[in-house]
């Protein structure tokens, strides 16, 4: 079923779910289906005129640029239509950010921009936090795109590149059975670099407890390399 709703003029990007976020004139909307990717559905304005959306991950969240920043919308729910936007500063040095993409884990890569010299510096935002891809090579020069699984698409000054983060593995043990009414249960979170080369900037991990526990207090952890 085609829709030809107006407001579909200016789309610029759509997510599995089949929301489309549109640069309108004179406000950028969202567009939310009914259903899982159906034809109907609701034309929400997004922010306003200052905010301008560039990509759309398949839970909602919103990458774009707002006076020179980059910022993130996230929805009140998975693919909702109400939300709450965060605009990220820039790094200390930088006159300007240029987001590229988006992937599902809200990681976003794109280009650091220096008024003086009118240099760029090719960045990936994860956990708060940017991260300098040229140290990792000199000649990686625009992003292209970013997947959920993390891989970056870079375009070099003589090649193109793929960038895949290192395999990690997370186990979890303990000694005994944990019964009702403990006081003191302790258990051990092992993350593992599965790759050969070394990783770079923070690792991030998140453990669910089971219904019923609750943690009380949290180690300290410690690192050990592999030869």
């Given at each position: 079923?085609?829709?030809?709703?107006n407001?579909l003029?200016?789309?610029?990007?759509?997510?599995?779910y089949?929301?489309?976020?549109?640069?309108?004139?004179?406000?950028?909307?969202?567009?939310?289906?009914s259903?899982?990717?159906?034809?109907?559905?609701?034309f929400?304005p997004f922010?306003?005129t200052?905010?301008?959306?560039?990509a759309?991950?398949?839970n909602?969240?919103?990458?774009g640029?707002?006076?020179?920043?980059?910022?993130?919308?996230?929805?009140?729910?998975?693919?909702?239509?109400t939300?709450?936007?965060?605009v990220?500063?820039?790094?200390?040095?930088?006159?300007?950010?240029?987001?590229?993409?988006?992937?599902?884990n809200?990681q976003?890569?794109?280009?650091?921009?220096k008024?003086?010299?009118g240099?760029?510096?090719?960045?990936?935002?994860?956990?708060?936090?940017?991260?300098?891809?040229?140290?990792?090579?000199?000649?990686?020069?625009?992003?292209?795109?970013?997947?959920?699984?993390g891989?970056i698409?870079?375009?070099?000054r003589?090649?193109?590149?793929?960038l895949?983060?290192?395999?990690?593995?997370v186990s979890?043990?303990h000694?005994?059975?944990?019964v009702?009414?403990q006081?003191i249960?302790?258990?051990?979170?092992?993350?593992?670099?599965?790759?050969?080369?070394?990783?770079?900037?923070?690792?991030?991990?998140?453990d669910?407890?089971?219904?019923g526990?609750?943690?009380?207090?949290?180690?300290?952890?410690?690192?050990?390399?592999?030869?």
């Amino acid at each position: 079923t085609m829709n030809t709703a107006n407001e579909l003029v200016g789309v610029g990007a759509m997510n599995d779910y089949g929301q489309a976020i549109i640069n309108a004139n004179p406000q950028p909307l969202l567009f939310t289906p009914s259903v899982p990717n159906g034809s109907k559905g609701t034309f929400t304005p997004f922010l306003d005129t200052s905010y301008g959306p560039l990509a759309i991950n398949k839970n909602g969240m919103v990458l774009g640029t707002h006076n020179q920043e980059a910022f993130l919308w996230v929805p009140n729910s998975p693919n909702g239509s109400t939300g709450t936007v965060t605009v990220i500063p820039l790094p200390a040095g930088y006159d300007a950010t240029a987001p590229v993409d988006l992937n599902a884990n809200g990681q976003f890569v794109g280009v650091l921009g220096k008024a003086v010299g009118g240099t760029t510096t090719p960045f990936l935002y994860s956990g708060g936090t940017f991260y300098d891809l040229t140290l990792l090579n000199t000649d990686f020069s625009y992003l292209n795109g970013i997947n959920d699984a993390g891989q970056i698409a870079i375009t070099g000054r003589g090649s193109i590149y793929l960038l895949t983060p290192p395999p990690m593995q997370v186990s979890s043990t303990h000694v005994g059975n944990f019964v009702q009414g403990q006081s003191i249960a302790t258990y051990t979170l092992s993350v593992e670099n599965a790759a050969t080369t070394a990783t770079s900037g923070a690792v991030s991990v998140t453990d669910t407890l089971p219904t019923g526990l609750t943690a009380s207090e949290i180690g300290r952890a410690s690192c050990r390399e592999r030869v």
